[in-house]
């Protein structure tokens, strides 16, 4: 059966239409919340703003950069963070400002300090415990494999004990 370029398209699935037209308004108020500011004066300006919001974290959401999260804190980080570049501040002072706001959780990659050293520990901590535990698992293992036999004597004592006697 052919297709006639004249007749209509089929129609979509009721279902279907119906999600589209709840979820095309979520999608839309979570472009406008993450919207970028178009306007900047230099190329350079906008090339700051884009690798700092990609830098800081969203203290709200924890995982995700101010870039991605539709938080209202991020929006306002967002909008600090055009404001100063806009006004000439380097990325080093807008990040020290979001530190002393925030403190160092908001960079997506802390730097190396005493207060943040169990964050860089914690995945090598994690690991050397994960094969500390496989380790005696093993051994374990290998122990109860290599127990001996019961002798005769023993044999003789574990029936009477069966036994009763």
Known sequence: ???CPHQPLRRLPLWLAAL???????GLAMAV????????????QQRQYQTLVR???CTVCQSETIHESNAELAADMRRRV????????DGDAIVDFMVARYGDYVRYRPPVQ??????WASPFLLALIGAGFWWQIIRGRRQM?????????????????????
């Not at 919340?33 to 350079?44: H, L, N, R, S």
């Not at 055009?82 to 501040?89: E, F, K, S």
């Not at 005493?114 to 964050?119: E, I, M, Q």
């Open 82 to 89: 055009y404001q100063m570049t806009l006004d000439g501040h």
């Open 1 to 3: 059966m052919s297709h």
């Open 114 to 119: 005493a207060n943040t050293a169990v964050l």
């Open 145 to 165: 494999a290599q127990r001996p036999e019961f002798t005769e004597q023993e044999r003789a004592a574990l029936k009477r004990l069966n036994r009763g006697e």
């Open 33 to 44: 919340a993450i919207g970028e500011p178009i306007e900047f004066e230099t190329e350079a």
């Open 20 to 26: 589209v037209a709840w979820l095309l308004p979520a």
């Open 55 to 57: 830098e800081l974290r």
